[in-house]
């Protein structure tokens, strides 16, 4: 486990999170608010928008390894890959980067915030919700999504080049496969819930929707908010145990 700056780690993680909300809820919000350019653009181009995400996410995160949600990281310290250490500077930073990249896309899209009629519509830009409100099945669809990225997360690192929480291990191309898998798993397992499978993704611009001055803005909905927490830090924390087992990677 190589030595790091965790002042520069922490800001790595910051802007690559920052980069990647940002992107990520800046596409909800063209497609779901009114008067935008993108209105009505569909499911689907909210999955390759976060998937392209969390590309430019990984530019602004070399130094760190992109590691960019404390699912992924939570299952790089389970595995030894990074310290305990590295994953809360990690968390922390990316929690922050999450709530400042949230409020840069609401200054980007201020007057189509304040053009939409619908609180659900301004949320949804914010932080994800479910189709239908079962909360078990809802943790257990986020489980199941984060345990696929996290476990593609580990195939990459172990059979191919990247290295997730090195610094300096992620160059630009090779980011491109762990951005297809999120673009998949939208499009598979995000209908039930609009696929957090990151808890800073989630609750980082939820905390900017309930500070944020947005007129109309309703509710944050804080009684479903522990679902895209929880659900997945306990995918991501499967994956790390059953990569080695599933992946051979323990021989």
């Given amino acids: 486990m ?13 802007v690559g999170t920052a980069l990647l909300v ?4 800046g596409v909800v919000a063209n497609v779901a608010l009114a008067k935008t350019k993108g209105n009505g653009g569909g499911f689907l181009m909210v999955n390759w928008g976060w998937g392209l995400a969390v590309f430019v996410g990984v530019l602004g995160s070399a130094y760190s390894g992109a590691i960019l949600n404390p699912a992924v ?7 030894g890959k990074i310290s305990i250490v590295q994953f809360f500077v990690a968390a922390g930073a990316e929690l922050l980067g999450g709530i400042i990249g949230a409020m840069l ?25 479910p189709a239908i409100r079962t909360p078990f099945g809802n943790f257990l669809t986020e489980v199941f999504g984060t345990f ?10 172990d059979y191919g080049d990247i290295q997730v929480g090195v610094p300096g291990g992620l160059g630009p191309l090779t980011a491109l496969p762990v951005a ?13 819930t609009g696929y957090a ?8 611009p939820r905390i900017a929707h309930a500070l944020l001055p947005i007129p109309g803005k ?34």
Avoid: Q
């Fill in 2 to 14: 190589p030595d790091v700056n965790l002042g520069l780690y922490f800001l790595s993680e910051f």
């Fill in 22 to 25: 940002l992107m990520g809820c």
């Fill in 73 to 79: 990281g939570l299952g790089l310290a389970i595995a």
């Fill in 105 to 129: 896309c609401w200054v980007a899209y201020r007057s189509h915030f304040a053009a939409e009629a619908d609180p659900a519509a301004k949320l949804g830009v914010f932080a994800t919700g």
């Fill in 148 to 157: 696929v990225l996290v476990f593609a997360v580990f195939g990459f690192a």
């Fill in 180 to 192: 297809l898998v999120v673009v998949g798993i939208g499009a598979s397992l995000g209908g039930p």
């Fill in 197 to 204: 499978i990151n808890p800073a993704r989630d609750l980082g």
């Fill in 218 to 251: 309703g509710s944050s909905d804080w009684g479903y908010a522990w679902v895209p927490v929880a659900g997945p830090l306990v995918g991501g924390a499967l994956a790390a145990f059953a990569a080695p087992v599933l992946l051979g990677l323990a021989a």
